[in-house]
């Protein structure tokens, strides 16, 4: 553990291209495109952000951070192009992967099971933790998918709360479903 509170991690980041001063913690970044968007660079603030007393602080301000960014020029991601993210972040070791992204109307898709079927993937996958993002259409899970132990890796879906730990209106939900 580091002084200001961190572990150093080194922690994958699925999501747009990062710029401003989180990316002094990032060790390695590529994807299909350069597309920021400013969603990158939140998340990423959210993870590393200095313990500093200024802005946020971040869970982890000392982790190393692996980025790939799967967006094109239409903000559209495709799942090869995550397939080929995943991949990268299991090649370099990274042991947390943050994935601020979905299919919309969804918390959890069954696109997913194909992405982990991966035999390049299947077993780097399940030695990861994956933190997803369930999504902002303030919709509840249309459906049950099937999601396998022995074939999935563990995932931690988020979603947003107000300050009093309330559902945001915004924020896809399980329901009972997943």
């Known amino acids: 553990q580091d002084v200001q509170g961190g572990y150093a991690a080194k922690i994958g980041l699925l999501d747009f291209t990062v ?3 989180e990316t002094a913690n990032i060790v390695a970044a590529d994807g299909i495109s350069k597309v920021a968007g400013g969603h990158g660079s939140g998340v990423i603030s959210l993870i590393v952000g200095a313990h500093d007393g200024k802005g946020i602080m971040g869970i982890s301000p000392v982790a190393s951070v692996v980025s790939y960014n799967p967006f094109d020029e239409t903000n559209t991601a495709g799942w090869d192009d995550i397939r080929r993210g995943i991949r990268q972040f ?3 070791g990274v042991s947390v992967v943050n994935i601020s992204l979905g299919v919309p109307g969804w918390t959890l898709n069954d696109g997913w099971n194909e992405v982990f079927k991966d035999p390049e993937l ?3 996958a399940l030695r990861q933790l994956y933190v997803m993002a369930a999504g902002n259409d303030g919709v509840v899970q249309p459906s049950d998918i099937e999601w396998s132990a022995a074939s999935n890796p563990v995932v931690i879906v988020v979603g947003s709360v107000d300050p009093f730990g309330v559902i945001s209106s915004f924020s ?6 997943c």
């Open 172 to 177: 896809n939900t399980p329901g009972n479903t």
């Open 122 to 124: 299947s077993q780097h």
């Open 19 to 21: 710029t401003g001063a």
């Open 90 to 92: 299991a090649d370099a």
